[in-house]
Structure formats: structure tokens, C-alpha cells
């Protein structure tokens, strides 16, 4: 069933993409915002108080819905669908790669850095076209692990209340997992918990963009780089897995960036070519491969009788 649910939830996703109107993750942002206002302190256990009145109304509709597995399983694998396929977000993330490094390749350099601003935090005024590259190549292969993997992996391991709290502590970090002065203590509860679920997820990722390499050598080089370079990134999780990507991909990334208004001193990841708009449309290459790799790894337990 595991892998009859996540095939359905992927093939919607690749066909239909994000909904358009009436999302549910719109409505999760909003009831954020909402108890946002009305909990907000600059303290954590302000944030940790915000995080569980959001968090334990999902998790007992998510329990719920695992009730119906035996006494409804036609409904439940309906339900589990439609979560999945709203949490993934496999071809938005490559269809936002995609809008950059089109104009990119056309020249129209200007225009790729405003599509950029949509998808990342950092400034992108005065990006070159290499930083450009470079930058929309990371939020793929970091992307890649928190909106597909990740949720693949939560299925896997806690069914629907799983993909129900995932997402919504990615989507807290999202908006609260900031070091500003607004929230580094209210968004400290939301960011920890976010590297917890990605921990795991994460790991397996930096292996598997290795294994969708179809490369020894690759796969060799992108362990590596994983290894040696990931732990020097400010966020645990996606160090390692673009440092994995960055060497799967034989193309250097990271690097100093500007947040912000001010540049921040970043590591250098992978090794190899200069990014291009070429290096983004072969990271979205990796991730579809990657998700072939999950979803054989899927059938396989599935067949041994592992999982869900």
C-alpha cells in the first residue's frame, strides 16, 4: 500500500503540480500567522507553546486518518494521497528552478535574479550570473531533501500523522526558523525540531543523490564532499546533503553570499566546473533520479513486508 500511495501522491504532483486555488498549505500559513499573533513572545517557551497548539490538532487528525486503514482502506489510501501529493513539492521546486535558469541562458540576466528572489532569501540584486546559478542549484538539492525526501521518509516511517507534523514544523522553520531579533528565541523551538525530523532524511539523501550519480567515481567524490565539507554549514541537514549534490554534480557551490544586506561567509561546497544555468537543469535531473531511487527502495520493503 506504501507504494501504491506514494506513486499516486508523485504521479498527481507531476501531472497537476501545486494546486492553485484553495491550497492547504495557505490555510496551514495563515493559521501560523494567526497564532503567531496572539502567542508571540520573545522567549522560547513562547515558541515552544505556538509550536504545540498548531502541532497536536494535525497529529490527532492524522491519527484518525490511520484508523481507517483496516476499517476503510479504500478511504484511507484516498486520504493519504491527497496529503502526500499536497505536501511533495517535486514539480513546483523543479518548475521555480526552471524559470531562472531560462532567462539565464537567454542573457536576460536581470530577470533571473528576480525569479531567484522568489525562491531564496538571500539578496540577488547584484548576483552574477555564476552566483545566480549557483544559488538556484542549492535550493534544488536543498529543497529537493526538505519538500520530497523527507516527507517520503515520515510516510514511510509514521504513515499520514507523520507527513502531517513534518510538514508543518518545515513550513514553522520556514517562517520562524530566522536569527533575527524577532525570532531567535520565539522560532528557536520550530528551527530545532526542523533539523530533528531532517536528520535522518537528510543522511539518506546525501547518499542517494550519490547513488543517482550512476557513477563510482561520482558517487565516490560526492561521499566526500559530503564528509569533508557539510559539517562546516551553519544548518546541519543542508550542508551535507548540497555538499553531496555539489560533488554528484561535479560543480562548486557555496561561497560567500549576501543576506540581508550584509555578506556572509560561507563554505565553499563540491568541486569541479563553475555553476551555470546547465548546472540547474542537471541538479533537477538528479532529484528526478533520486526519486526513482526512493520509490525503488519503497518497492522493496514493500515486497520484504517492511513499512506501512
Not at 53 to 61: A, D, F, Y
Not at 68 to 89: E, F
Not at 172 to 193: K, N, P, Q, S
Request: hydrophobic share 50%; net charge positive; glycine share 10%.
Amino acid at each position: 500500500m506504501s507504494f501504491l500511495i506514494l506513486f499516486f501522491a508523485f504521479l498527481l504532483d507531476h501531472t497537476l503540480g501545486e494546486l492553485r486555488r484553495w491550497h492547504p498549505l495557505v490555510g496551514l500559513g495563515n493559521a501560523i500567522l494567526a497564532v503567531e499573533r496572539r502567542l508571540y513572545r520573545p522567549t522560547r517557551w513562547a515558541g515552544v507553546l505556538a509550536v504545540l497548539v498548531l502541532m497536536l490538532p494535525l497529529m490527532l487528525l492524522g491519527i484518525w486518518v490511520e484508523t481507517l486503514r483496516d476499517s476503510s482502506p479504500t478511504l484511507y489510501g484516498v486520504i493519504a494521497v491527497a496529503v502526500v501529493y499536497v505536501a511533495v513539492g517535486w514539480r513546483s521546486l523543479k518548475q521555480h528552478a526552471r524559470r531562472v535558469a531560462g532567462p539565464l541562458r537567454r542573457g536576460e540576466h536581470d530577470l533571473a535574479r528576480q525569479r531567484l528572489a522568489l525562491i531564496v532569501s538571500r539578496d540577488t540584486d547584484s548576483l552574477t550570473p555564476s552566483e545566480v546559478s549557483a544559488a538556484t542549484t542549492e535550493s534544488v538539492l536543498e529543497n529537493g531533501s526538505d519538500a520530497i525526501f523527507a516527507v517520503v521518509f515520515w510516510f514511510m516511517v509514521a504513515g499520514v500523522p507523520g507527513v502531517l507534523v513534518y510538514r508543518l514544523v518545515n513550513t514553522l522553520d520556514a517562517m520562524w526558523g530566522y536569527r533575527t531579533r524577532r525570532y531567535v528565541a520565539f522560532g528557536w523551538a520550530a528551527a530545532r525540531l526542523d533539523d530533528v525530523l531532517n536528520f535522518i532524511p537528510a543522511r539518506l539523501v546525501v547518499v542517494s543523490y550519490g547513488v543517482a550519480t550512476r557513477s563510482w567515481w561520482r558517487f565516490r567524490q560526492s561521499m566526500a564532499c559530503a564528509l569533508q565539507q557539510g559539517r562546516g554549514w551553519k544548518s546541519p541537514n543542508a550542508g551535507p546533503v548540497m555538499a553531496a549534490g555539489a560533488g554528484a554534480l561535479n560543480v562548486v557551490l557555496g561561497g560567500d553570499m549576501p543576506y540581508h544586506g550584509r555578506v556572509q561567509s560561507r563554505p565553499v561546497l563540491g568541486v569541479g566546473d563553475a555553476p551555470s544555468a546547465g548546472t540547474i537543469e542537471a541538479a533537477c535531473r538528479l532529484v528526478n533520479r533520486t526519486v526513482i531511487v526512493w520509490m525503488l527502495v519503497v518497492a522493496a520493503l514493500g515486497a520484504v513486508g517492511v513499512g506501512l
